[in-house]
């Protein structure tokens, strides 16, 4: 997972994944969706499709890289990126040391 102080990045590579997570945080007490002058929004959270690099349904509270390379609250100035680092040489998540 990647965040910054604003935004929890979660991933999915398949459509099944990303309802099995969507369902996992509402679980967790999040509204997914909610409806708003009679279209449905993204709410406590937002599903964005990587090929469209856009939300799956309109979400007025977050702004995507133009590469949809990343996202950040609209409201804020984009923050440092925290994730897991990349091993290309093997494949391997690294941890990283605080």
């Not at 995507?64 to 925290?82: Q, Y």
């Given at each position: 997972?990647?965040?910054?102080?604003?935004?929890l990045?979660?991933?999915?590579?398949?459509?099944?994944?990303?309802?099995?997570?969507?369902?996992?945080w509402?679980?967790?007490?999040?509204?997914?969706?909610?409806?708003?002058?009679?279209?449905?929004?993204?709410?406590?959270?937002?599903?964005?499709e990587?090929?469209?690099?856009?939300?799956?349904?309109?979400?007025?509270?977050?702004?995507?890289?133009?590469?949809?390379?990343?996202?950040?609250?609209?409201?804020?100035?984009?923050?440092?990126?925290?994730?897991?680092?990349?091993?290309?040489?093997?494949?391997?998540?690294?941890?990283?040391?605080?």
């Amino acid at each position: 997972m990647w965040h910054d102080e604003h935004i929890l990045r979660d991933g999915a590579m398949n459509p099944m994944d990303i309802e099995t997570a969507v369902h996992s945080w509402e679980s967790k007490g999040f509204r997914p969706i909610r409806s708003s002058h009679g279209k449905l929004v993204w709410n406590d959270l937002c599903v964005i499709e990587a090929m469209c690099r856009q939300p799956t349904l309109p979400c007025d509270w977050i702004v995507v890289a133009e590469d949809g390379s990343h996202a950040w609250l609209k409201s804020a100035a984009p923050g440092a990126i925290v994730g897991p680092v990349y091993d290309s040489l093997d494949g391997s998540f690294l941890l990283e040391e605080d």
